[in-house]
């Protein structure tokens, strides 16, 4: 079992100058680090990879340079070196050994302005129990300890859960297979496997003398020398075969980081694509302006008499008014003069207009007095009654009506409105190219290309290797088909010189076979002790009660069960990380190789419930855990409930500037 | 009346302000010609219900010829009948209505905001 106990940076990331973390090296440790996006959480996390391994990488799985990695506050003052040391604490067969590992790169002293990685000069500095060792054992020692293939499941991240969707697939990558290896490796199955291939050498090395002997007999003689050739040839094709597993490896790696790539220019392209969409946006609400502000000067040619309409239909309606009024009055007033035409007449006949008698004396002082009313209020209503000015009015209300609008007030309205979404539309449109344009800013347009064929070429090169193997793995089964032949063909002889050896390479053959029965039944067991211990996390950790567990297929890809026992085929973000932590709970637990566990960001994606079961889970993950959690994904006053007295310390990374940060211990 | 004395005009100006705001409106796109703005700002001014100034001192230079701003006489014809003192000056009035109507587009064309369908509702509304 191993154990941190302390944890040495300088000029590493953004931390400034030395920095240190101390852990109490027990197994019943739980550590917080509490940190904002980009204050360098996972910096602790690769400053700990870079240290063991020499290598950290970035988000893309990209290696990254010396110099990326240099704190750059220190670097421009002209500390151009980084270090991290990790000391730890390996149980082994009760004892106790304390290990120091530290990793320094420093720009060589003849070089002033370091900017590869040819300028920086490594210095291992391995120290088991207080000795220093030779350098070369830097490695050998951190194998033993945590090798990098496994390091995945202890130094944990959403890399991880990235790898681990490949695992689900039936027709897993290579690089899935990869991690298969992995997984295997962290349950021990290679301690099975190196001794078959120990057997195997034996065997090989007796089949040879074996041939030997038997190709001094004459009758065995050419058989034997067949079965020597054959032997000779499954060797060089069981070469042939780690070479190509190797190549495969490598192209598959290779192919990985330029997928990685791709997917992060695949935004470039994206913007690239916005950028091309939002200039043929400009052009065309360019295009409809012009012919939309076209129009709006044919209708301002003419709107004119639009504008001047309401104010002259304000004007004929006064008019017509007081033209009405006028036929009013004249109206009146011939109605009244016909009346006191009738009055006068009477008066003068001195006979009634209406009966014909004479008037009597009152009623003609009367009429007399009525006569004079009467033209009097003719005489009032000759200004009113004025027929020249409504001949007049009538004119001009005529010609005022001759003056037509022309029609455009209303189109024209609408051109505008047009011209104002045209102007909003494009205002949009230039937003977007600006922030495409931003993105794409220093982007050479040619990577994505070249990165596209060398995913292709690559994707070729997989193919064809994979097919390599198929033929070689083919032929070496062929091969020992034909040796086993010879083989039996050499033993029907029944050479009683040749009976001890064959004794021996019967007993070796029978043990092979027990170690390949073995070593697949290990391999059953352990899948199925897998899916019982992940399946058995799995309910602890999920809130989902429609699940009952999972299922483990030849990969160790999980798949969630509903309470049928059917697979749930679709699956939340959440639960792919509710997944992938109990693989690796699975794992730690039934591994033969124990560590630390260090998450980064493990909350990301789950709700509060998750996060609390999660909580309450993880000290039970492994010996030692330190989570390193930030404010967005973690509320401290609920979501650390489950796990109140068992924090060992909280620690929080402080961060003043791009290039400094600091550990505190957390003030609550 | 002063106005009815003097003799009509055969062409009509602009001050050099006011030029400016149809050259700015021509450079903006909004008219074709100057003297299509010359004639919305006379209807302008008549739409907002404004009057006719009499001598009016202003340095107004001779633009447009009044039988290519009016060929069928309508906008004089309207001035006439809206404004019976100036019915023997129609053109006169025009071409202070025209500076009038320019103030008003001066006023509205501030940055890029001048918009016609604006123009348009405020005569609506003055003679509702």
């Known amino acids: 079992m191993m154990l941190l106990k302390r944890l040495e940076l300088e000029n590493f990331g953004p931390y400034y100058g030395a920095h240190h973390i101390d852990f109490k090296g027990t197994s019943d440790e739980l550590v917080l680090i509490h940190g904002e996006n980009m ?3 996972t910096s602790l996390l690769n400053a700990i990879r870079w240290c063991l391994y020499g290598e950290a990488k970035d988000r893309s799985g990209q290696a990254m340079s010396t110099l990326s990695l240099i704190n750059q506050d220190s670097f421009s003052e002209g500390a151009k070196r980084l270090s991290v040391a990790v000391d730890v604490i390996l149980l082994k067969d009760g004892e106790e050994t304390s290990i120091r590992l530290r990793r320094q790169r420093q720009a060589k002293a003849d070089v002033a302005d370091p900017s590869a990685e040819k300028d920086f000069t490594e ?11 030779p350098k070369d054992q830097f490695d050998d020692i951190v194998n033993s300890m945590l090798p990098p293939r496994i390091s995945r499941f202890f130094l944990f991240d959403g890399e991880l859960l990235k790898e681990y969707e490949e695992l689900v697939h039936e027709d897993s990558s290579t690089h899935a297979r990869q991690v298969q290896r992995a997984i295997e490796m962290i349950l021990g199955v290679p301690a099975a496997q190196n001794g078959k291939e120990d057997l195997a050498e034996l065997h090989g090395e007796l089949s040879r003398a074996y041939n030997k002997e038997a190709k001094k007999h004459k009758v065995l003689a050419a058989t034997a020398e067949k079965a020597e050739s054959l032997r000779d040839e499954v060797d060089e094709l069981s070469k042939e075969q780690s070479r190509l597993i190797d190549s495969q490896e490598k192209t598959s790696a290779e192919l990985r980081a330029v997928k990685d790539e791709l997917a992060k220019h695949e935004h470039l392209a994206d913007s690239a694509r916005a950028l091309s969409q939002a200039e043929e946006k400009i052009l065309s609400l360019k295009e ?3 012919l939309k502000e076209i129009q709006r000067r044919e209708f301002a040619r003419e709107l004119w008499r639009d504008v001047l309409e309401p104010r002259l239909k304000h004007e004929v309606l006064k008019l017509e008014k007081e033209r009405d009024e006028i036929a009013s009055a004249l109206h009146e007033r011939n109605a009244l003069e016909r009346e006191l035409a009738g009055l006068e007449t009477s008066l003068e006949k001195n006979q009634c207009s209406s009966c014909g008698q004479p008037i009597p004396e009152d009623l003609r002082l009367k009429q007399q007095n009525l006569i004079q009313e009467t033209k009097v209020t003719i005489a009032d209503l000759d200004s009113a009654a004025d027929q020249e000015r409504q001949d007049a009015l009538g004119t001009t209300i005529k010609r005022m009506r001759e003056i037509a ?4 007030a209303e189109a024209m309205v609408v051109v505008e409105q047009d011209l104002t979404a045209n102007s909003i539309e494009s205002h949009k449109a230039k937003r977007k190219m600006e922030d495409a344009e931003s993105d794409l800013r220093g982007f050479d347009k040619k990577v994505v290309p070249e990165f596209e064929a060398k995913r292709d070429r690559l994707t070729k090169l997989l193919g064809e290797i994979e097919k390599s193997i198929e033929d070689v793995e083919g032929q070496i089964e062929t091969k020992r088909s034909d040796l086993k032949q010879s083989e039996r063909a050499m033993n029907e002889k029944d050479e009683p010189s040749l009976r001890h050896l064959k004794i021996q390479k019967d007993l070796l053959e029978g043990l092979m076979e027990v170690y390949d029965m073995s070593i697949n039944e290990l391999i059953a067991d352990l899948r199925g002790r897998v899916e019982a211990q992940a399946s058995s996390i799995f309910r602890e950790l999920t809130t989902d009660e429609s699940y009952s567990g999972l299922r483990i297929n030849q990969h160790y890809g999980l798949t969630i069960l509903d309470k049928q026992g059917n697979a749930v085929p679709v699956r939340s973000a959440g639960a792919e990380q509710i997944v992938a932590l109990s693989l690796i709970g699975s794992l730690n637990k039934l591994a033969t190789l124990r560590g630390p566990v260090i998450m980064d960001t493990p909350f990301g994606r789950l709700d509060r419930q998750h996060r609390q079961n999660i909580m309450r889970f993880v000290p039970t993950l492994a010996d030692q855990v330190a989570l390193l959690v930030h404010s967005g994904e973690i509320d401290p006053d609920r979501d650390l409930e489950p796990v109140i007295g068992k924090i060992s310390a909280e620690l929080e990374i402080h961060h003043s500037e791009s290039s400094r940060s600091e550990i505190r211990p957390r003030v609550q | ?15 050099q302000e006011s030029r400016e705001v149809l050259e700015s409106l021509q450079a903006a796109g909004y008219i074709a010609d100057l003297m299509d703005g010359f004639r919305l700002a006379i209807a302008t001014a008549i739409g907002f219900g404004r009057e006719p100034r009499e001598n009016v ?3 107004r230079k001779t633009t447009f010829a009044v039988g290519n701003l009016d060929p069928d006489s309508a906008l004089r ?15 006169r009035a025009a071409e202070d209505l025209a500076e009038q109507g320019l103030e008003i587009a001066k006023e509205s064309f501030n940055g890029e905001d001048f918009s016609f369908s604006d123009i348009i509702d405020r005569v609506r509304k003055a003679n509702a």
């Open chain 2, 1 to 15: 009346m002063r106005g009815e004395k003097k003799t009509d005009l055969v062409q009509v100006g602009v001050s």
């Open chain 1, 123 to 133: 210095y291992l500095e391995p120290v088991v129990a207080g000795n220093i060792l």
């Open chain 1, 288 to 290: 409809e302006r012009a």
């Open chain 2, 77 to 91: 014809e309207a001035i006439k009948e809206i404004y019976p003192t100036f019915r023997a000056i129609p053109a």
């Open chain 1, 39 to 41: 204050a360098g959480k």
């Open chain 2, 57 to 59: 001192d202003t340095d």
């Open chain 1, 405 to 408: 609008p022309a029609g455009v």
